[in-house]
């Protein structure tokens, strides 16, 4: 099975257009315009703000730990690793550079932010009983608390994949996790960044020509402070009372990065 894969999310991305009012005051569609869109081949780890690979230097032997390979970013995780904090594992980039010592792009409230992109989750990367993210929208900072997560959850023993935010413990939405194993599944991320109630989010998941999820939330809190900065690959707590940390790896192609003007 090859696990190299080119996918673009979203080829009808007009269907998100809204009407907005201009400078001199006729409205106008808004659509969405393309501000990202690495490489694994060409940037490599160049394509994020900042690369968290063994932050903690735990395994040595493991690294790297983030690293790309052929169109695909990988991030591997071994039941060895710890993050600075030593009840937790983390290997994650976060960020949206253009280019290997390029600009990276911020997020601030009052925008909308769009990223697609493709995931292959193994069937050795499992739900647990505590938390595993596999994305984040997160103030950048050491110690804020993350904005949006997408995790693998343990749910009644049930493996699930959902979006909560965070803030708030409100759930997005949440599918069987099990379907979309050893499979690459494709991400649609929409985020209006705003305080208070001046927020909102939707999700999509399709897997094989299906649309396994697409949920939404409005008038919700994205924003805490500063901007918001994505994080992707795998950030988990080792509390889980379930035996499913192993030896294991996320496989990630195909980002791309749209604002909403």
Do not use: C
Not at 7 to 32: D, E, I, M
């Amino acid at each position: 099975m090859s696990t190299s894969r080119r996918t673009l999310l979203g080829a009808a991305l007009g269907g998100a257009a809204a009407t907005v009012a201009g400078p001199a005051g006729p409205a106008h569609a808004a659509s969405w315009q393309q501000k990202w869109a690495p490489s694994a081949a060409r940037d490599g780890l160049g394509a994020f703000e900042t690369v968290e690979d063994d932050r903690a230097d735990s395994h040595p032997g493991g690294q790297p730990h983030i690293y790309a390979t052929g169109d695909n970013w990988r991030f591997d995780m071994h039941t060895a690793d710890r993050d600075t904090s030593t009840d937790r594992q983390r290997q994650e980039v976060t960020g949206l550079r253009n280019g290997s010592g390029g600009n990276y792009l911020k997020w601030t409230s009052g925008q909308t932010w769009r990223v697609t992109y493709s995931m292959y989750i193994p069937s050795s990367l499992k739900a647990t009983t505590t938390f595993t993210h596999i994305m984040q929208m997160k103030q950048p900072g050491s110690g804020t608390s993350p904005i949006v997560v997408q995790s693998l959850r343990r749910v009644n023993g049930r493996q699930t994949i959902e979006l909560k935010l965070a803030i708030d413990d409100i759930l997005v939405g949440r599918t069987d996790l099990d379907p979309l194993h050893d499979r690459w599944t494709d991400v649609d991320f929409q985020i209006k960044v705003g305080n208070g109630s001046a927020g909102s989010v939707r999700w999509i998941l399709r897997s094989g020509g299906s649309t396994v999820v697409d949920a939404s939330k409005t008038g919700v809190d994205t924003f805490l402070a500063d901007r918001v900065r994505p994080k992707w690959g795998i950030y988990r707590s080792l509390g889980d009372t379930s035996g499913s940390l192993q030896n294991t790896y996320l496989l990630l192609t195909g980002l791309r990065g749209y604002q909403l003007g």
